[in-house]
């Protein structure tokens, strides 16, 4: 097998990461709230007031589920920067994002994540890696959250025999990435309008990455100005879910994955298309202003709320 310099599979499989800590405070879980429109259509929202503030006499803020996206992030402080991978950073995209709630999550905590490198794939002109992330409530030990995210990273491939290209992968193939909308009428639908501000609200939860604020690297990139992280798109999706089909009871969500199909400029509008299905909730989120899908994936749910 012929390896070229950007990518040495044997050391970044042998690679080690470190377990890392990260702190939040109810603060940080209200800051993630806002950043993913929540209360931003209606300041009093009945359903998403108690994610920013203690409604109705409750002791503490309620997390949104997508929350804990921000533990993979906080478990690489330097990113993909990993031995054995030499990429061009404006060309890394988030493909996948795959997270399983095992408990709901506290209001403030100190996570420990533990993290492993769960595939990694020779695409040609593209590595795919996929890093897990295992958060642990540092406390009590118990298992929060596991997070699985796929990253393309453009121009790092070819470093395999073509006719065999090297692939790895430690668990069963992610199902978003195969997922089909259904034919029929959606069982809700739920229509959303970001800010122009939003990428720069959501990054002050940990995504500094200037494609998402910094005018001349977006074009560097090859987008007309910044875009909105994907992992925002996905809060604004999941929080559709909770509102219209989980009666906004978040503790409902048991795993959620998506596929990331396109980019959105903060300011567009995102209607959010949902399809039930037993305990399953299929969904699709499209730009309203180019009618063009940006997110797909499913949503897993413990129970249906009472009233469905």
């Avoid at 993913?36 to 203690?54: F, I, P, S």
């Avoid at 040609?124 to 890696?129: N, S, T």
């Avoid at 699985?148 to 090297?166: H, K, M």
Wanted: with cysteine.
């Amino acid at each position: 097998m012929a390896v070229s310099s950007s990518c040495n599979p044997q050391l970044l499989l042998s690679h080690k990461f470190p377990e890392t800590t990260y702190t939040y405070t109810e603060r940080d879980v209200a800051v993630y709230a806002l950043g993913v429109g929540a209360c931003g259509r209606n300041a009093v929202d009945t359903d998403e007031l108690k994610y920013a503030y203690h409604e109705n006499g409750q002791q503490f803020i309620k997390v949104l589920p997508t929350f804990s996206a921000l533990f993979s992030l906080e478990s690489l402080p330097d990113g993909v920067d990993l031995p054995g991978l030499t990429f061009d950073p404006r060309l890394l995209l988030h493909g996948q994002q795959y997270i399983e709630v095992h408990k709901p999550l506290p209001s403030k905590a100190t996570i420990q994540n533990k993290v492993s490198l769960a595939g990694l794939h020779d695409k040609g002109k593209a590595v795919i890696l996929e890093i897990e992330t295992r958060s642990y409530e540092k406390e009590s030990g118990e298992l929060l959250s596991m997070n699985r995210a796929t990253v393309f990273l453009r121009g790092a491939g070819g470093f395999s025999d073509p006719s065999q290209p090297f692939t790895y992968s430690n668990y069963p193939a992610n199902q978003a990435s195969a997922m089909k909308i259904p034919e029929s009428v959606p069982f809700a639908v739920f229509e959303d309008c970001t800010q122009s501000s939003q990428a720069l609200l959501y990054r002050l939860s940990g995504d500094y990455n200037p494609l998402h604020s910094d005018p001349m690297f977006a074009k560097l990139a090859g987008f007309s100005r910044p875009i909105l992280h994907g992992l925002c798109t996905l809060g604004f999706a999941v929080r559709a879910i909770i509102k219209c089909i989980c009666k906004g009871d978040p503790d409902m969500i048991k795993n959620i994955s998506g596929r990331f199909l396109l980019h959105v400029y903060p300011g567009e509008t995102l209607v959010t298309e949902m399809w039930l299905k037993g305990l399953r909730v299929i969904y699709q989120v499209k730009a309203k202003e180019r009618n063009r899908a940006v997110l797909l994936g499913y949503v897993h749910l413990h129970r249906l709320a009472s009233s469905l």
